[in-house]
């Protein structure tokens, strides 16, 4: 079953959002003395708008991880 348009265009905003965040507070390593992002980050990066729904587990995870809040969803 395919989801109404509006859930879809939320989830790739969220999914936006939540990259937008991930990419303000942690670097991508190419900083003398930061860390890293995982490479299942930079492959969410670019499933963000194809497929959200498999991205935004991926970005939460890694800002819960650097103990960072979400942003609000929806």
């Known amino acids: 079953m395919?989801?109404?348009l509006f859930a879809q265009s939320a989830d790739a905003k969220y999914c936006a959002d939540l990259?937008?965040?991930l990419e303000q507070y942690v670097s991508d390593g190419n900083e003398k003395g930061s860390v890293a992002t995982s490479l299942d980050v930079?492959?969410?990066k670019g499933k963000c708008r194809s497929d959200p729904a498999s991205a935004i587990p991926v970005f939460e995870k890694a800002l819960k991880n650097h103990r960072i809040?979400?942003?609000?969803?929806?």
């Open 19 to 21: 990259k937008d965040k």
């Open 69 to 74: 809040d979400l942003p609000p969803r929806g």
């Open 2 to 4: 395919a989801l109404p």
């Open 42 to 44: 930079e492959i969410a």
